[in-house]
C-alpha cells in the first residue's frame, strides 16, 4: 500500500460512523476514529468508555490482577530481569535523569514514603540490619576504620559531645575549633593517627584548664 492509498483510507474513515455498544458503553453513534482498531475492525465499544471499562476492572478486581502479576514475575523471573537489565543499560542516562527529577519535584512525598515504610516495617528493617552486619562484618570494620582516619576531628567532637554530657560541664565548640598539629604541643613528639587503637603518640583532644568545659579556648589536641 502505497502513500497515496493509505490517505485515501483514512479520509473514507474519518466519514465513517459506527455506535458504541449499549451494554458496555455510551451506546452513542461516533466517527470511527474514536474506536481503536483490533485485527477484523474497530472494537465495539468506543475509546473513552473502553478506558472507563478497563479503570473500572482494575478496581473491582485487585486482587486477581495482583496475583496473576505475582504469578507472572515468578515464572518469567529470568526473563524480566534480563529485560530490566538490558532496558537499563539501554537508557542509563535517561533513568536517571528522570529519577533525579523526580526526586527534586517530590521531596515531602518522598520522605512520608520513606517514613510510612519505616514505621510499618521495624522488625523487617532490623532483621535486614542484623543480617547485612552479619555477612558483611569485615567490611563494615574497615569502613569505619578508614571513616575514622579520614574524619578524626568529627570523632573527636563527637567523643567531646559525650563526655561533657557525663560529666555535666559546658560544651560550645565546634569542628572549626579542633586543630590537630604535626607535633604535641607538650611533649614534642610527631603525632600519628592509627587505625583503630589508640597509641602514646595518637592525637586526642584535650582541655586546658579541667575546671572548665569544652568551650572555646579551652581545648588543644596533644598525644595520647
Known amino acids: 500500500m502505497d502513500q497515496i492509498e ?13 455506535v458504541c455498544s449499549p451494554d458496555k458503553g455510551c451506546g452513542l453513534e461516533k466517527d470511527v476514529t474514536e474506536f481503536s482498531k483490533e485485527r477484523h475492525g474497530y472494537k465495539y465499544i468506543c475509546k473513552e468508555c ?3 471499562y478497563k479503570k473500572q476492572y482494575r478496581l473491582n478486581n485487585e486482587e486477581k490482577i495482583k496475583e496473576q502479576k ?11 530481569r534480563e529485560q530490566h537489565k538490558q532496558y ?4 542509563s542516562e535517561k533513568i536517571i ?3 533525579k527529577q523526580y526526586y527534586q ?16 516495617n521495624v522488625e523487617k528493617i532490623s532483621e535486614r540490619g542484623k543480617q547485612y552486619r552479619q555477612d558483611n562484618a569485615e567490611k563494615i570494620r574497615e569502613h569505619k576504620k578508614r571513616y575514622r582516619q579520614n574524619n578524626i576531628e568529627k570523632m573527636m567532637l563527637k567523643g567531646s559531645i559525650v563526655r561533657a554530657r557525663q560529666k555535666g560541664i559546658e560544651h560550645n565548640i565546634t569542628v572549626e575549633d579542633i586543630q590537630i598539629p604535626e607535633y604535641c604541643p607538650v611533649l614534642a613528639i610527631k603525632l600519628e593517627i ?3 587503637k589508640y597509641s602514646h603518640n595518637s592525637p586526642s583532644l584535650d582541655r586546658i584548664d579541667n575546671s572548665k568545659g569544652y ?9 595520647y
Open 215 to 223: 568551650i572555646k579556648g579551652n581545648v588543644m589536641v596533644i598525644s
Open 97 to 99: 535523569e528522570r529519577v
Open 50 to 52: 473502553e478506558k472507563e
Open 105 to 120: 519535584d517530590n521531596p515531602e512525598k518522598i520522605s512520608e514514603r520513606r517514613k510510612r515504610y519505616r514505621l510499618d
Open 70 to 80: 505475582k504469578r507472572y514475575y515468578q515464572d518469567n523471573a529470568e526473563k524480566i
Open 6 to 18: 493509505q490517505v485515501e483510507i483514512e479520509k473514507k474513515e474519518h466519514y465513517m460512523t459506527k
Open 194 to 196: 592509627g587505625e583503630g
Open 88 to 91: 537499563y543499560q539501554d537508557n
